[in-house]
């Protein structure tokens, strides 16, 4: 029991909290980088509206964040809320930046502003999601 308690403190900690916010975002980032990479194969080869390509970009985002989140929070038993908007928009942040230099330029705009909500909000819900399940068991 005092074992467990040790490992929570640890990782709830300022190191722990970056850690768990740094090791969410790239996870979240791998996997979008290759659900874009098969999302992008599938419109090679099949007919997929134009309008179906962004509600499709942001189920892969919203899947990516809470993937990275019940990752980042295996084992932390709090701070689901702020860790989870953290990996939220520091994902989005980092998806933009690479996403942008794999494009060629970086165009800011209010669909960025709206992303880095969207990001926080999708990673806060995530967070709180991943924390009370994993405190459950």
């Not at 999302?39 to 134009?50: H, N, Q, V, Y």
């Not at 953290?86 to 705009?109: P, R």
Request: hydrophobic residues 55%.
């Amino acid at each position: 029991m005092r074992a467990a308690k040790v490992i929570n403190k640890e990782k709830s900690g300022k190191g722990g909290f970056f850690k768990c916010l740094l090791k969410g975002s790239l996870m979240a980032l791998s996997i979008s980088l290759i659900a874009i990479c098969i999302f992008a194969f599938i419109l090679r080869f099949c007919d997929i509206s134009a309008g179906a390509i962004k509600p499709i970009n942001q189920v892969i985002k919203i899947a990516s964040i809470l993937i990275g989140s019940f990752f980042a929070l295996k084992g932390v038993k709090e701070m689901g809320l702020i860790t989870g908007f953290c990996i939220g928009i520091f994902y989005t942040a980092l998806s933009f930046l690479v996403f942008s230099i794999l494009n060629g330029g970086f165009n800011f705009n209010s669909t960025l502003v709206n992303d880095l909500i969207f990001g926080g909000i999708a990673g806060a819900i995530a967070g709180i999601i991943a924390v009370n399940i994993k405190g459950k068991r």
